[in-house]
Nanobody, 124 residues
Framework: QVQLVESGGGLVQAGGSLRLFCVASARTFDRYAMGWFRQAPGKEREFVAAISYRGGNTYYANSVKGRFTISRDNAKNTVYLQMNNLVPEDTAVYYC?????????????????WGQGTQVTVSS
């Protein structure tokens, strides 16, 4: 069982930046690919970014490419999401997820463990 705890969300003006954190309880964190997803009110949960188990490969949704950066520190059991040039459409609850794989995926059903989410609100 893997527990994931997100933090770093908050209220920011359009054009601003936030850095999200996700700390995992897994002793074998470096065997998990990690992903970030988000869900806005009234919308389905959607993929944002993913990173492979050692961080060598990353994958982004088109809507965030060039603005968001996913990274990880396996020594700290932590995955990050650096979000720059935020726009109101980025407002959502952001979720961290883990998948036991040496690959990298963007599908919600691919991930085995989920955090409780952290709220990001971007004002115009």
């Amino acid at each position: 069982q893997v527990q994931l705890v997100e933090s770093g969300g908050g209220l920011v003006q359009a054009g601003g930046s936030l850095r999200l954190f996700c700390v995992a309880s897994a002793r074998t964190f470096d065997r998990y690919a990690m992903g970030w997803f988000r869900q806005a009110p009234g919308k389905e949960r959607e993929f944002v970014a993913a990173i492979s188990y050692r961080g060598g490969n990353t994958y982004y949704a088109n809507s965030v490419k060039g603005r968001f950066t996913i990274s990880r520190d396996n020594a700290k059991n932590t995955v990050y999401l650096q979000m720059n040039n935020l726009v109101p459409e980025d407002t959502a609850v952001y979720y961290c997820a883990a998948e036991r794989t040496y690959g990298i995926n963007g599908g919600i059903s691919d991930y085995d463990y989920w955090g409780q989410g952290t709220q990001v609100t971007v004002s115009s």
